[in-house]
Nanobody, 122 residues
Framework: QVQLVESGGGLVQAGGSLRLSCVAS????????MGWYRQAPGKQRELVAA??????TNYADSVKGRFTISRDNAKTVYLQMNSLKPEDTAVYYC?????????????????WGQGTQVTVSS
């Protein structure tokens, strides 16, 4: 089993930056790809960005050029968020999967964190 713990959320003004972190524990040898999803009130959860052990990445169009996903080892993934907009307000979830691809549906992720709130004020 794998546990994921997110941190780094908070309240920021539009145009500001935040850095989210996600640390995995447990059977981390099982993990290949990790990603960030978000869910805004009244909306479906959506992919923000994903990265695998080989460094391949996938980003949502809405965050390209503003957000950067990175991974410094097998168990920690970051999401650097710059030029934040009010529409980025959501609960951000860390996810991990045993598979290698970063271009998969949400249902392909095996493990999920509890989420961290990001609020961007205008």
């Amino acid at each position: 089993q794998v546990q994921l713990v997110e941190s780094g959320g908070g309240l920021v003004q539009a145009g500001g930056s935040l850095r989210l972190s996600c640390v995995a524990s447990g059977s981390i040898f099982n993990i290949n790809a990790m990603g960030w999803y978000r869910q805004a009130p009244g909306k479906q959860r959506e992919l923000v960005a994903a990265i695998n052990r080989g460094g391949a990445t996938n980003y949502a169009d809405s965050v390209k050029g503003r957000f950067t996903i990175s991974r410094d080892n097998a168990k920690t993934v970051y999401l650097q968020m710059n030029s934040l907009k009010p529409e980025d307000t959501a609960v951000y979830y860390c996810a991990a999967r045993r598979g290698f691809s970063v271009v998969v549906s949400e249902s392909e992720y095996d493990y999920w964190g509890q989420g961290t709130q990001v609020t961007v004020s205008s």
